[in-house]
Every structure is written in structure tokens, then in C-alpha cells.
């Protein structure tokens, strides 16, 4: 009975840990996948799996992992997962923005709150905004669409020397602009409702001189923005879903 030769060994651990490279990279960034509330064990434990189940479905180059050329492979896997979840990752950051640039507007830039996607500090308008998101991406499973998306990935753009092309790198830098367009989007509804009332404030102020708008002011636009921001609900969901469906297509072009 033949024995399994080094090249046979090589083959059958290339074919399994290239595609648990770009997964696993992939989920450090994505967005419920990479939220600092998740151990990385759990992240590298779902990427194994993940890879296990794809590896026999994928056709992978023999490669040694220990040479020069084989780092070089398992670096643009890397890049390959950390560009897929950044692209899937601008969304949420955009909903963030938005929230922000609301709470300005509140009057709520003061009021901070732990983001537990990220372990950092937003504003408490964001943090809704973000709570929100990332429920509806459960219900939508978006989670299993980004799973379904690496699996097809890997078969349109198996690991290899070749990783991102030129015009895919530059689709990414064009996708990242989104987060300025999907904040505005998402905010600017609300960001004009307060408008109104600041300028219907101005032209109190100048009716009645006298009038504290200080102490009169401030609860009127904090009431006024939480019924803004509790209409705009449906308004922020609908833009996220249009963002998120316009991010699974720039991912489907940058596997292609």
C-alpha cells in the first residue's frame, strides 16, 4: 500500500487552510461576525468549519505554505477577506454616521453610549440606528448570504498567485465612498425636520427678545427630534437594505 508522499500531504493542507485563510480574515472584519462581543475563537472555529465543508468543492493550487511564494498566497488571501468584509462593513459605519450627524442635530452629541459592535463610544442616536441594522441583517439573513457570497467567491476566484485585480481595488475605493453618501441619505430627512425647528426658534427669538431659548428651546427640539427620530425608523431600515443589497453586488464584482 503506497503511503502519502510530502507532495500529496501539501496538496490536502493547501486545499483546506488557504480557503480558512480569506474566511477567517473575512469574519475578523465583517460586520455581528467581527463585533468585539465575539471571541475570536468562536470566529476561527466557524471559519474552519466553514473551510472543512468548502475545501472538497474548491479546486486549490498545490502550494508550500512554507515558502516564499506560498506566504505570499496566504498575504492575498488575507487581503482578499479583509477587503469583502471592509466593502460589507462600510454599511454599518454610513448607518453610524448618520446617527451621529442626527444627534448633533438633537442636541444628543453629549450623550454617549458603548457600542458593542465595535467597543467604542457613539452617540446614543447611532447606537439605536445600529441596533436596528443589525437586526434587520439577522432577519434578512444577511449573515448567511455573506457565508453563501464566500462560498461562490472561492469557487469564481479560488486562491491562487492571483488575488484582487486593478479594477477591483479600485471599486473598493469607490464602494468607501458610500459611507458619506449612505449617511446623508439615512440622516438628512431628520437633519431637515430640525432645521425647521431651529429656524422656527430664530424667528421667536427675534419676535420675543425676551424669551429664554435656552430653557425653552432645548426640551421643545430634544421632544420634537425623538418623534423625528422615531418616524424616521422605517426610513433608516429601507436605506439599509438598499445599501446592503448595493454591497453584495460591489462583493460580487470584486470576486469577479
Known sequence: MQGLTTQDLMALVSGWFLPFVRIGACLMVAPVFGASYVPARIRLVLAAAI????APLVTVPVVDLLSPGGALVIGQQVLVGIALGFALQIVFDAVALAGQLLANSLGLSFAFNQDPLRG??????GQLYLLLVVLTFLALDGH???IALLVEGLKALPPGTSGLGTQALWALILWSGQVIYGALAVALPGMTAMLVVNLAFGVMSRAAPTL?????????TLAFGLVVVLLSLPAVQSGFIRLVSDAFGTL???LR
Not at 120 to 125: A, G, I, L, N
Open 252 to 254: 460580487g464584482t470584486l
Open 212 to 220: 429664554n431659548l435656552f430653557a425653552v428651546g432645548f426640551p421643545v
Open 144 to 146: 448567511l448570504a455573506l
Open 120 to 125: 467604542v463610544s457613539t452617540p446614543v442616536v
Open 51 to 54: 473551510a472543512a465543508l468548502v
